[in-house]
């Protein structure tokens, strides 16, 4: 069965950190493109971060960058999104996603393989 399962999501106020990781059971990490989506309240489900299966591409949102950081472990089966600097508008269900190739990566409906998500609330 494959799964991804994330975890660290909190409560945190302005200003602080978090990091979010994400392992894959059933599920080779290391063979697939990673990333992190967020869905807020209201909200459509946007992608934050990607990195391709060698680290040597990334992509980052507007929103997030010089802030986020995407990282993978290989050996593991991890994947992480260090948060830091967290605005209230970082509130958000955070989803780890993969998928195999490198197309279309800003595009939730490209991604056949999901975990469940985990709540980020950013309190002001």
């Known amino acids: 069965q494959v799964q991804l399962v994330e975890s660290g999501g909190a409560l945190v106020q302005a200003g602080g950190s978090l990091r979010l990781s994400c392992v894959g059971s059933g599920l080779a990490l290391r063979n697939y493109i990673m990333a992190w989506f967020r869905q807020g309240p209201g909200k459509e489900r946007e992608l934050m971060a990607v990195?391709?299966?060698?680290?040597?591409?990334?992509h980052y949102a507007d929103s997030v960058k010089g802030r986020f950081t995407i990282s993978r472990d290989n050996a593991k089966n991890m994947v992480y999104l260090e948060m830091n600097s967290l605005k209230p508008e970082d509130t958000a269900v955070y989803y780890c996603?993969?998928?195999?190739?490198?197309?279309?990566?800003?595009?939730?409906?490209?991604?056949?393989?999901w975990g469940q998500g985990t709540h980020v609330t950013v309190s002001s």
């Open positions: 996603a993969a998928k195999a190739t490198w197309d279309a990566v800003r595009d939730a409906g490209t991604y056949p393989n």
């Open positions: 990195t391709n299966q060698w680290r040597s591409l990334s």
